[in-house]
Structure formats: structure tokens, C-alpha cells
């Protein structure tokens, strides 16, 4: 179903989304370096954080691909 998808629902599963003082989605480490507040959304609010670290971790992402 399209809600299930919706950035809200989402979020109210225990998802967060975090963004940096100008609004911009932190999707890479290096976008939140040690020392930035950060604004995190949650189900019932928004926390705003001071980065203590910020360390990367490699993982594998398959890239999306659509079905026939």
C-alpha cells in the first residue's frame, strides 16, 4: 500500500530521519562530522543532537532494480 511507504508511516515504526541545520537528509557519515548538531525526527517529535563521532562502516547496498 502506498501509506506503508509514506515518510510518516515509516517513521512511526521506529524509524528516524536525521538533517543538518539546513534541512539537507544526512545519508553519508561525513555529512554529520564530529562536533555538528544535527536535527533527528521521531514518531512523536524531533531531537536536535550534537555529533560526539561519526565513524563509517562498510556494507554492501544492492543497487534497486525494477522487475519486468
Known sequence: ???DLSPLAVIARGYAVARTADGTVVKHVGQAPSGSLIDVAVSDGELT???????????SVEPWEESA
Do not use: Q, T, W, Y
Not at 49 to 59: G, P
Open 49 to 59: 543532537c550534537r555529533v560526539e563521532d561519526a565513524r563509517r562502516i562498510d556494507v
Open 1 to 3: 500500500r502506498l501509506h
